[in-house]
């Protein structure tokens, strides 16, 4: 809704839809003028309407510069043993990611070309970047802590 004045010179107002294309991957921050779209007073012609763009929080993923982050939460077990991660991308896809090696808290996943569009100063495709929350069980019977410390320990050992 703008201001503008009529045939007989009284403000009034009105209403006009302005398409604006925005590309993805577009940086937060930018600027749209449209040059003469803004009110108009009586005694100026129209000002300019000006778009900001900005980024809204997403549910799953958080954006760094053209990058991706994800935080996957897995089981101790599937941290321990081999397992396939099923991670959703920006575009609605979901991603198939095998994971053989013992999984750390530390651990990261780089998924290549996965992450945002970025168009300035040239364009580039980011990463996924997969990190870990392991989710550890409440409680162990008595008689499964002594297996696993049993087996853990002669697995250390044998490194």
Known sequence: MRKRRNDVNDLIDDEKSIEIKIEAGELPGK???????GDESFD???????????????D??????????????????????SCTLHIP??????????????????????????????????ILKGDLIISFRIVFPRAISRSTQNVLKDYLDSDIIEQ
Do not use: W
């Open 31 to 37: 600027k749209f003028v449209m040059e003469g779209e």
């Open 89 to 122: 991308t920006i575009s609605g896809r979901v991603l198939s990611i095998p994971c053989p090696e013992v999984i750390s808290p530390e651990s990261e996943k780089i998924i290549q070309g996965e992450g945002m569009t970025q168009r300035e100063p040239k």
């Open 60 to 81: 799953y993923l958080t954006r760094k510069g053209c990058n991706l982050y994800y935080v996957c939460e897995i089981s101790l077990l599937d941290a321990l043993v």
């Open 44 to 58: 100026a012609t129209p000002g300019d309407l000006i778009f900001i763009v900005r980024e809204e929080p997403h």
